[in-house]
């Protein structure tokens, strides 16, 4: 029987929404977001410049979204946003020094929340936790495509729906009767 306290998106998003919510209170000193920190983090470890899309798929934002980070922390300093002379629509993202070197110490603390989280698991149940993770992530496809084919909808109601229009509390009781308006 399917439990929601006991779901797999529950249970990963309450892991995650609460790992992110510690992370982001000791980054905030740092004038830094969530998000943000997830830009530095994969500027980081690709090493090389990256487009909005390729930020925006390794850090589950949506461009528009990722496009207002971008310049807000290209404002800050934390690093630029050039238009490659061979493609003008693109616009890639790089690391300033400023921004490397604020990745660099704040990479280490992720990795510490990570330790923690795992716990007593051994670095190999925490690997094939992460090789799991990785492949439920893939495994989404099929939904999404589902989805945007329209072939996963909710179900309809087997109650009838003048049942389902009355309130509980109102079953079994008058209505009080409507306000009358004055037509002028």
Excluded: C, W
């Amino acid at each position: 029987m399917y439990r929601f306290s006991n779901s797999l998106p529950y249970l990963l998003a309450r892991l995650g929404i609460r790992m992110g919510d510690l992370f982001a209170r000791v980054i905030r000193h740092e004038k830094l977001t969530l998000p943000m920190y997830r830009v530095l983090a994969a500027l980081s470890e690709q090493g090389h410049p990256l487009r909005l899309g390729e930020i925006a798929e390794l850090t589950s934002a949506d461009v528009s979204t990722l496009s207002r980070i971008v310049a807000e922390m290209s404002r800050t300093g934390l690093l630029t946003r050039d238009r490659p002379e061979n493609d003008q629509r693109s616009l890639q993202v790089v690391l300033t020094p400023k921004g490397a070197e604020l990745a660099g110490r704040l990479m280490p603390l992720a990795a510490y929340y990570e330790e923690v989280a795992t716990g007593s698991m051994s670095a190999k149940e925490a690997a094939e936790l992460k090789r799991v993770l990785v492949e439920l992530y893939k495994n989404i496809d099929r939904l999404e495509q589902e989805v945007e084919a329209g072939l996963i909808k909710v179900p309809p109601s087997a109650r009838p729906k003048d049942v389902l229009d009355e309130q509980p509390e109102a079953r079994g009781k008058a209505r009080p009767p409507r306000a009358r308006t004055s037509r002028k």
